[in-house]
Nanobody, 129 residues
Framework: QVQVAESGGGLVQAGGSLTLSCAAS????????MGWFRRAPGQEREFVAA????????YYADSVKGRFAISRDNAKRTVYLQMNSLKPEDSAVYYC??????????????????????WGQGTQVTVSS
């Protein structure tokens, strides 16, 4: 069983930057594709970004494309979400999740929350205007 934990959230002014981290622990024999999701108050949780197990492929929601960047360091078992040019509408709880191994890595599968097998507790990001 793999577990993940997010960190790095906080309060930032509009136009600022934050980097979120997601550290994996537990089962060490598999390197998983990973995703980031977010949930704003009163809204459904939505896909933000995802990255393949080796970092060769990444996917982004249209709302963050060009502003956010997902990356990973497998030696540290950590995935990052660099968030630039933040907007108040980016305010949300951000969740890291482990993609189910064996599924094909496509934008269709990686945006589907039901395709993830483990979730972190989330980290709050608040962007002030």
């Amino acid at each position: 069983q793999v577990q993940v934990a997010e960190s790095g959230g906080g309060l930032v002014q509009a136009g600022g930057s934050l980097t979120l981290s997601c550290a994996a622990s537990g089962r060490t024999g598999t390197t998983y594709a990973m995703g980031w999701f977010r949930r704003a108050p009163g809204q459904e949780r939505e896909f933000v970004a995802a990255i393949s197990w080796n970092g060769a492929d990444s996917y982004y929601a249209d709302s963050v494309k060009g502003r956010f960047a997902i990356s990973r360091d497998n030696a540290k078992r950590t995935v990052y979400l660099q968030m630039n040019s933040l907007k108040p509408e980016d305010s949300a709880v951000y969740y890291c999740a482990v993609f189910s191994p064996g599924l094909p890595l496509t934008i269709g599968t990686m945006t589907g929350q039901h395709n993830y097998i483990a979730w972190g507790q989330g980290t709050q990001v608040t962007v002030s205007s």
